[in-house]
């Protein structure tokens, strides 16, 4: 099995080194060749920073607004599966992280912790949902995520069938194992239900999505600019250019090359968000430049996660603070937005 190129992903990081190696295949791993997971990370090495000088820049404030909310830095925890899985402090020790950091955590739907035990952390959250066919339960878990605190919903829309993993194939790993939960999976009577996926699913379910929550709803996993239009039209606050980091359609474009098309559909009407392959602050610089408000990262908190529980998010996420400071300082900007599409080549 051939491992991601980057330095981000080599195999012997601490992190991957510490996970049983199922796990740590369902971590890294994507779609099929894993040809779109490669290819979010080669396209942002293909990207160049062309600096401006002179321009007086000062000392760099990174602070972002996102629905009203500041943040520290424009970095974001992308959502991901099973956290206790790469460490026992689970999402709660990953929501610590984002605390201390100043950002939000988007809490994923298949969390291995109750959503209230990671609020209580007093972390900014975001739920993020696959869109569940059973609205009657869907809204159940909408309802549930707002009354724990959370402050957006997220819906992952690249999902109609689950990716085919070929790493989880080969080991036959399927779920959870004993002992664990998707604890944000559980109806009115506390039962269990699985997380459903629906190729039927169309806009009219985004529709009344729209109309059964006052929280803000982003659209995550759009790539192509009329789905961007069209996401707009259905009163969508935010887009998450995202392609699931490779783990659903294998072919799929990479993120940093969708993403200038749909910020052009998009005209500056909603915030649009980046994910896939963003692994130093030079990544997130690119984004920004051509565009993006802010973007997310799943894979480098995973691995920070299993090296050293909070800690260990905290260290990537202070990593990527400093790289982006010093890389705006470089590239002759101040704040995000003094950035400009025409610094990347
Ligand atoms: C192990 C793992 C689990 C994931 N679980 C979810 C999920 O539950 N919901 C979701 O919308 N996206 C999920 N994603 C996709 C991430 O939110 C994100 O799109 C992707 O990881 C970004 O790419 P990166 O890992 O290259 O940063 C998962 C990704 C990984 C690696
Ligand atoms: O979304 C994913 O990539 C993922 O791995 C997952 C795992 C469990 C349930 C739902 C999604």
Same mark, same amino acid.
């Given at each position: +099995? @051939?491992?991601?190129?980057?330095?981000?992903?080599?195999?012997?990081?601490?992190?991957?080194?510490?996970?049983?190696?199922?796990?740590?295949?369902?971590?890294?791993?994507?779609?099929?060749?894993?040809?779109?997971?490669?290819?979010?990370?080669?396209?942002?090495?293909?990207?160049?920073?062309?600096?401006?000088?002179?321009?007086?820049?000062?000392?760099?404030?990174?602070?972002?607004?996102?629905?009203? *909310?500041?943040? @520290? +830095?424009?970095? =974001?925890?992308?959502?991901?599966?099973?956290?206790?899985?790469?460490?026992?402090?689970?999402?709660?020790? *990953?929501?610590?992280?984002?605390?201390?950091?100043?950002?939000?955590?988007? %809490?994923?739907?298949?969390?291995?912790?109750?959503?209230?035990?990671?609020?209580?952390?007093?972390?900014?959250?975001? +739920?993020?949902?696959?869109?569940?066919?059973?609205?009657?339960?869907?809204?159940?878990?909408?309802?549930?995520?707002?009354?724990?605190?959370?402050?957006?919903?997220?819906? *992952?829309?690249?999902?109609?069938?689950?990716?085919?993993?070929?790493?989880?194939?080969?080991?036959?790993?399927?779920?959870?194992?004993?002992?664990?939960?998707?604890?944000? +999976?559980?109806?009115?009577?506390?039962?269990?239900?699985?997380?459903?996926?629906?190729?039927? %699913? &169309?806009?009219?379910?985004?529709?009344?999505?729209?109309?059964?929550?006052?929280?803000?709803? =982003?659209?995550?996993?759009?790539?192509?600019?009329?789905?961007?239009?069209?996401?707009?039209?259905?009163?969508?606050?935010?887009?998450?250019? &995202?392609?699931?980091?490779?783990?659903?359609?294998?072919?799929?474009?990479?993120?940093?090359?969708?993403?200038?098309?749909?910020?052009?559909?998009?005209?500056?009407?909603?915030?649009?968000?980046?994910?896939?392959?963003?692994?130093?602050?030079?990544?997130?610089?690119?984004? =920004?430049? %051509?565009?993006?408000?802010?973007?997310?990262?799943?894979?480098?908190?995973?691995? $920070?996660?299993?090296?050293?529980?909070?800690? $260990?998010?905290?260290?990537?996420?202070?990593?990527?603070?400093?790289?982006?400071?010093? @890389?705006?300082?470089?590239?002759?900007?101040?704040?995000?937005?003094? %950035?400009?599409?025409?610094?990347?080549?």
């Amino acid at each position: +099995m @051939t491992e991601p190129d980057g330095a981000a992903n080599r195999a012997d990081l601490p992190g991957r080194v510490a996970l049983n190696p199922v796990h740590r295949d369902f971590f890294a791993g994507g779609a099929g060749e894993e040809r779109t997971l490669r290819r979010n990370e080669e396209a942002f090495a293909q990207r160049w920073i062309v600096p401006r000088v002179l321009r007086g820049a000062g000392a760099r404030d990174l602070r972002t607004t996102l629905f009203g *909310t500041d943040l @520290t +830095m424009p970095v =974001l925890i992308a959502p991901t599966a099973f956290h206790r899985l790469a460490h026992p402090a689970g999402e709660v020790g *990953t929501a610590r992280a984002a605390a201390a950091a100043g950002t939000i955590m988007v %809490l994923s739907m298949a969390a291995t912790q109750p959503v209230e035990d990671v609020a209580a952390t007093g972390a900014h959250l975001w +739920m993020q949902v696959y869109p569940q066919p059973d609205e009657d339960f869907q809204r159940h878990v909408v309802k549930r995520a707002g009354a724990a605190g959370c402050r957006a919903l997220v819906v *992952t829309v690249d999902s109609p069938v689950l990716g085919r993993r070929e790493r989880d194939r080969r080991h036959g790993f399927r779920d959870l194992p004993a002992g664990f939960a998707c604890e944000n +999976m559980r109806d009115a009577d506390g039962r269990l239900r699985d997380i459903a996926m629906d190729p039927a %699913l &169309s806009w009219e379910h985004i529709d009344r999505l729209r109309a059964s929550t006052g929280l803000p709803i =982003l659209l995550k996993g759009i790539l192509h600019p009329q789905d961007a239009r069209l996401a707009v039209e259905h009163g969508v606050d935010g887009l998450i250019v &995202s392609n699931h980091g490779g783990r659903q359609l294998d072919g799929a474009l990479a993120t940093v090359d969708a993403l200038p098309a749909v910020v052009r559909a998009v005209d500056n009407r909603i915030p649009v968000l980046l994910d896939g392959g963003v692994r130093r602050g030079a990544d997130v610089v690119v984004a =920004l430049a %051509l565009g993006a408000t802010a973007v997310l990262v799943g894979r480098p908190v995973i691995w $920070g996660l299993a090296a050293g529980g909070p800690g $260990g998010v905290r260290d990537v996420l202070e990593t990527l603070r400093d790289e982006l400071d010093h @890389t705006l300082a470089l590239a002759g900007a101040r704040r995000p937005a003094d %950035l400009s599409a025409d610094q990347v080549a």
